[in-house]
């Protein structure tokens, strides 16, 4: 992937991790970088907090080298607070800076940021342009279909965030009514790109939780990349599985399930190093209770709830272990 200041190339068929909040930490990016992702994002952050230099806002900024390119995504509806966080975030030397206009949670897009932003696009494309002109780093976008079923915006929206100056627009295929609940619709996505006026890369997001699916949103809507959400909870591994499919390989016969489960104690061992024992359990249970490898074992339920119990690593890697004597 080639990022200057003036374009971004992405190779054949690029799969992106979605930046999600208390999800996409640097131990989660770089795991996820190593099994495929063509780029991974930080968790997002909220301009005002950064502006006040507030710890836990700041600490999301970190980054490694190995896990570029990386972007950091910044979220707020002010434009003097969003320009001066994008040129903090713009010290930690990101790949790209990418704005935040599609979280659909209250305490977000209830206060006008996020999502919220639909809703006053005049203002929303002043932060756009300004936050552009701001930074020599690229800036991206990533968005929703519109506010609601009556508000279906994005190929306006496209056009007039292109004339900003954005380098690449990610579209989520929901309205903010929706949430997260229903099916994504690429059908404005694929018309977004099939649009001569569109010359910057356009990046499909939604519902991507297998490798035919990830060629589907290819082949059918012509995007430039596949940026993948919640279907990578508790399976970082997601990308070698799409990448092993889409580049013409069989399915990795190493990929067993003591494979997977050595990636979640990994996992395991990365946070509570990265952070502190408790903390570092409290980010990686929320993987391993969403885990697909633990779905369909018969009668596993007590055995999740004492995952997500857990408080120290000795318990926690006791019943990883118990986990791997009786199902491995």
Not at 193 to 214: F, L, Q, V
Not at 243 to 267: A, C, H, I, N, S
């Amino acid at each position: 992937m080639t990022i200057s200041d003036s374009s971004l190339s992405f190779p054949q068929f690029p799969l992106f991790l979605a930046p999600m909040e208390d999800v996409t930490d640097i131990g989660f990016r770089r795991l996820c970088k190593r099994f495929g992702a063509a780029m991974v994002y930080t968790e997002f952050v909220s301009a005002e907090a950064l502006v006040r230099s507030i710890k836990s806002t700041v600490n999301k900024l970190t980054i490694s080298d190995e896990e570029r390119p990386v972007g950091i995504q910044i979220y707020g509806r002010d434009v003097e607070a969003m320009v001066e966080a994008a040129r903090i975030v713009e010290q930690a030397h990101p790949d790209v800076i990418d704005l935040n206009f599609g979280c659909p949670v209250k305490k977000v897009a209830g206060k006008g940021a996020g999502a919220g932003m639909l809703r006053n696009i005049p203002l929303l494309l002043d932060i756009t342009r300004e936050v552009v002109r701001a930074v020599n780093v690229p800036v991206t976008v990533k968005t929703r279909l519109g506010w609601d079923q009556n508000n279906l915006i994005i190929t306006d929206l496209a056009e007039q965030l292109q004339d900003c100056g954005i380098k690449a627009l990610t579209i989520h295929g929901r309205t903010r009514s929706q949430m997260y609940t229903g099916q994504a619709d690429w059908t404005l996505i694929g018309e977004v790109k099939r649009n001569p006026r569109i010359h910057i890369p356009i990046i499909g997001n939604g519902d991507i939780t297998s490798p035919e699916e990830a060629r589907q949103a290819f082949e059918r809507y012509g995007v430039d990349a596949v940026m993948i959400g919640r279907a990578t909870f508790g399976r970082p591994w997601i990308f070698k599985e799409i990448r092993d499919y889409l580049d013409g390989r069989e399915p990795d016969p190493t990929m067993t399930f003591r494979w997977k489960l050595g990636v979640l104690r990994e996992q395991l061992r990365i946070n509570v190093e990265r952070i502190d024992e408790y903390r570092g359990i409290l980010h990686t249970r929320r993987h391993l209770a969403a885990s697909p490898l633990f779905k369909g074992i018969p009668n596993f339920r007590q055995t999740r709830i004492a995952m997500l119990r857990a408080t120290t690593m000795a318990e926690l890697t006791a019943i990883l272990d118990e986990i791997e004597e009786k199902y491995a």
